[in-house]
């Protein structure tokens, strides 16, 4: 990178941060309580807010435009809502093709082999749905081969 990229790197990197602090507090606004309850570790993660089109729109708006946490905060409940729905059809997919025929009406999150293996150095090799959603493993990025 030569010079004049690493300036433009560092320009940008001090709009883009102070923005995504910004999105963390409107997530923890929207997802924190007290007391803490497990399904809050089930939603989706800064990084998931940060590349989804609407919150990207925001953080990647204009250098000149003030961006607030207000300006998440409209976004953090649909777009999270979306994402675990979107999280729950593609768990749902992977087990009716693990599983074979799921009789119509049968959620095969219910059904005693509706679990996931977990591939991952975890000690738990089982886990269940909306567990899977907040387990490490899943959450890791991993080299492709």
């Known amino acids: 990178m030569g010079l004049r990229d690493t300036r433009l790197y560092e320009s940008r990197e001090v709009v883009l941060r102070p923005r995504l602090f910004e999105l963390d507090a409107a997530i ?7 007391p803490r309850i ?3 570790e089930l939603g989706p993660h800064l990084v998931d807010f940060a590349i989804m089109p609407e ?18 905060s409209s976004i953090v409940p649909i777009a999270g ?11 749902k997919d992977i087990l009716i093709k693990q599983l074979g025929n ?30 899977i959603l907040a387990h490490g493993c899943t959450r890791k990025i991993r080299p492709t081969d």
């Open 38 to 40: 497990p399904s809050m």
């Open 28 to 34: 923890r606004a929207h997802y924190a309580q007290v």
């Open 55 to 72: 919150c990207r729109s925001l953080v990647d708006a204009p250098s000149s435009q003030l961006i607030t946490s207000t300006d998440f």
């Open 81 to 91: 809502e979306r994402w675990r729905s979107e999280c729950e059809s593609e768990l």
């Open 102 to 131: 799921v009789p119509d009406g049968v959620n095969p999150f219910d059904l005693a082999m509706g679990v996931f293996l977990c591939a991952g150095r975890c000690s738990r090799a089982l886990v269940r749905y909306p567990d």
